[in-house]
T-cell receptor, first 113, second 111 residues
């Protein structure tokens, strides 16, 4: 089992460009999450998907959209990247809504110039 | 607004030392508090604590939560260089998916 995988590992964008971060899990988990991690601020929830077909906003959703493509995959899209979106993005999954143990992917480091 | 604060933000010790990391939380309708260890990449789960006050242990690591004072501590005894990491604390409530993370404590263990 690969667990939670994310692509790409690193990306550089220019302001205004768009991109999609991909996340997949092979643990048959229902819930999936997208976080961003900035220095000194811990992890902040962007969006989550409690189950296939549903998505909800987290703490910092502005500038992002998500798609729960199927049970395995949860993508995060930046339509028009801004320098403030420079961050490390983590995808996570848990067995069920409110599942205590979240399993994290390796992260995507995004730099917006 | 829910909030989690950790202290210290950074700590440098030598191998063999014992360390205590602190996490205080303000979480409406509190359900649980989680500790994670983050080395180079993804956070990995360490412990989950609830208001029961039951101490959790795993090898040299232990953690307990004080529901009255709204804080938790993570103890690491006989530290090793492999313990060097960022330790994250997160609180969550009963409502849904909102895990509120603290800023983390960066622990450096020198040989």
């Amino acid at each position: 089992n690969a667990g939670v995988t994310q692509t790409p590992k690193f990306q550089v964008l220019k302001t205004g460009q768009s991109m999609t971060l991909q996340c997949a899990q092979d643990m048959n988990h229902n819930s999936m999450y997208w976080y961003r991690q900035d220095p000194g601020m811990g992890l902040r929830l962007i969006y989550y998907s409690a189950s296939e077909g549903t998505t909800d906003k987290g703490e910092v959703p502005n500038g992002y959209n998500v798609s729960r493509l199927n049970k395995r995959e949860f993508s995060l899209r930046l339509e028009s990247a801004a320098p403030s979106q420079t961050s490390v993005y983590f995808c996570a999954s848990s067995a069920q809504t409110g599942g205590e143990t979240q399993y994290f992917g390796p992260g995507t480091r995004l730099l917006v110039l | 607004e829910d909030k989690v604060v950790q202290s210290p933000l950074s700590l440098v010790v030598h191998e063999g030392d014992t360390v205590t990391l602190n996490c205080s939380y303000e979480v409406t309708n509190f359900r649980s508090l989680l500790w994670y260890k983050q080395e180079k990449k993804a956070p990995t789960f360490l412990f989950m604590l609830t208001s029961s006050g039951i101490e959790k242990k795993s090898g040299r690591l232990s953690s307990i939560l004080d529901k009255k004072e709204l804080f938790s501590i993570l103890n690491i005894t006989a530290t090793q260089t492999g313990d060097s990491a960022i330790y994250l604390c997160a609180g969550r409530n009963n409502y849904g998916q909102n895990f509120v993370f603290g800023p983390g404590t960066r622990l450096s263990v020198l040989p």
